[in-house]
């Protein structure tokens, strides 16, 4: 993989070196195809007559017309950063071995594939599984280009099996379940006795049910401590809770020991402002 994003690195600076002439922008010229994946890296030459805030006017060396409705555009800065944008192809004039293409910059909410919403990820409602705007695959082949950046947002506990989000309790230690029962237990200091909390409740307050020394106070006559647990599903009685899942998509019940730890990624894209292409320093 880091040959392909090296290779493409070199195309990029052969397309965009020396990208400063006067009326003139080189950019590297990337068609989208229909799956919105990357086509070829082509160098290509902007025409600054031609082009405005709205669109942009471009020629490459080509003999045929470019099967794509979009490209995206990249051109280098003078400190070096890549800037990208979305032109969606008007026409294309095909005059001898060069190619005039046309078109006007995408609308963000509409038709840009660089979007930065479809870039980060979000909960589908349906499947309850994180997804972008386009198929992690293709994000993937923008990143080996080296027009996409991908960086680390979370890391999250999904199910292993499906891969969509869980709920998660406070569980059964045997099948997970919520539906359980917990006793308070209390340990009177004094005496030692260890007993159901509600065997020292009385109308006047806590009172040692063995010893009977009244008005207890927590912390200083006696501790609460966690009983045995009761589940209403299995049945199962003692052992403490445990944190247990439980998968909204395939309604798998299981522990924390078997949750898919998963790194949950965003797509980052340097954008070019259509209105400083020209400019030697503004992009
Ligand atoms: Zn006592
Ligand atoms: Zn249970
Ligand atoms: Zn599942």
């Known amino acids: 993989m880091s040959t392909r994003v090296e290779s493409s690195s070199l195309l990029f600076e052969e397309c965009c070196q020396g990208s400063f002439e006067a009326e003139q922008r080189r950019l590297a010229f990337i068609p989208l195809l ?33 099967e794509a409705f979009a490209a995206v555009i990249g051109c280098e800065n003078l400190l070096g950063r890549r800037l990208f944008a979305t032109l969606m192809i008007d026409s294309q004039t095909l005059m001898g071995e060069t190619l005039r293409i046309r078109g006007h910059w995408a609308n963000e909410d509409r038709d840009d594939v660089l979007a930065p919403e479809r870039l980060r990820p979000r909960v589908d409602p349906r499947s309850l599984r994180f997804v972008y705007g386009l198929p992690e695959d293709i994000l993937d082949r923008w990143c080996d280009l080296g027009v996409m950046r991908r960086y680390l947002v979370d890391r999250v506990m999904l199910c292993d099996r499906c891969q969509a989000i869980p709920s998660w309790r406070q569980g059964c230690h045997v099948c997970g379940s919520g539906r359980i029962t917990k006793e308070r237990l209390v340990h009177h200091f004094a005496c030692s006795h260890l007993d159901r909390a509600i065997e020292f409740e009385t109308a006047e307050g806590l009172q040692c049910p063995r010893c009977g020394v009244s008005n207890l106070v927590a912390d200083v006559d006696f501790e609460a401590i966690d009983g045995p647990v009761n589940c209403f599903d299995c049945r199962a009685t003692g052992g403490k ?37 020209f400019e030697r320093t503004g992009v």
């Open 34 to 66: 229909l799956d919105s994946s990357p086509g070829a890296l082509l160098p290509a030459t902007a025409i600054a007559s031609g082009s405005s805030a709205c669109g942009l006017e471009l020629e490459l060396v080509a003999k045929t017309r470019i």
């Open 241 to 277: 809770t445990v944190m247990a899942a439980m998968c909204h998509g395939c309604h798998r019940r299981f522990g924390m020991e078997d949750a898919l730890e998963h790194s949950l990624n965003a797509y980052h894209v340097e954008r070019l402002d259509p209105l400083h292409l």
